[in-house]
């Protein structure tokens, strides 16, 4: 069974650099049939899909438009986690933040379910 | 980006009676694979969103078989056959097509 577990601070300021980690147990970040999310939820943004890794042969990475410019995800394999990384924060970035594991077919390109999801980090960005 | 719309906003419903749960989608949520990545979740107070369906109509493991999904192309429907005091909480349709993924804002069920 697969279980993803958040690591990170919750509380920054303006400017700073948000930085959160999912380890993964039950799974390996370079699996061929999985990827690795982040979502964050807010009372005014709701649920909002923010990016992806995974490992095809290589390392891909996808980032929602709305934060690409200041978003990084990393994925290691030597600590079987996946980060991310989210530069110059405004109070708007304030959500809870998710990390998910998405299922793939054996061929790794279809995908199945959305599961499990990790217990959520509260971040509130506040001067 | 897709505009997910849910219906109702809330849902009241009797214990042991069925509740359904619209989700239409601004386009087609058919992959060019031939799948369509429609899902819904069920978040309860203080939890993580949990999977309830994926692709449609497949219900994730674990979930009760009270819960179903129908539809296609942009209309989807979740239905809970009799719904339990457990089931009291906020479902999401997701779609996972097209990026970015997007959600709906979600539907607040209640019992009366």
């Known amino acids: 069974q697969v279980h993803l577990q958040q690591s990170g601070p919750g509380l920054l300021k303006p400017s700073q650099t948000l930085s959160l980690t999912c380890a993964i147990s039950?799974?390996?970040?370079?699996?061929?049939?999985?990827?690795w999310n982040w979502i964050r939820q807010s009372p005014s943004r709701g649920l909002e899909w923010l990016g992806r890794t995974y490992y095809r042969s290589q390392w891909y990475f996808d980032y929602a438009v709305s934060v690409k410019s200041r978003m990084t995800i990393d994925a290691d394999a030597s600590k079987n986690q996946f980060s991310l990384q989210l530069n110059s924060v405004i109070p708007e970035d304030t959500a809870i933040y998710y990390c998910?594991?998405?299922?793939?077919?054996?061929?790794?390109?279809?995908?199945?379910?959305?599961?499990?999801w990790g217990q959520g980090t509260l971040v509130t960005v506040s001067s | 980006d897709i505009v997910m719309t849910q219906t109702p906003l809330s849902s009241p419903v009797t214990l042991g009676q069925p509740a359904s749960i619209s989700c239409r989608s601004s386009q087609s949520l058919v992959h060019t694979d031939g799948n369509t990545y429609l899902s819904w979740l069920q978040q309860r107070p203080g939890q993580p969103p949990r999977l309830l369906i994926y692709k449609i109509s497949n219900r994730f493991s674990g979930v009760p078989d009270r819960f179903g999904g129908s539809g296609a192309g942009t209309d989807f429907t979740l239905k809970i056959s009799r719904v339990e005091a457990e089931d009291v909480g906020v479902y999401y349709c997701m779609q996972t097509a097209q990026f970015p993924y997007t959600f709906g804002r979600g539907t607040k069920l209640e019992i009366k």
């Open positions: 039950g799974d390996s970040v370079s699996s061929n049939t999985a990827a």
């Open positions: 998910v594991r998405v299922d793939y077919d054996r061929s790794g390109s279809s995908q199945n379910w959305f599961d499990p």
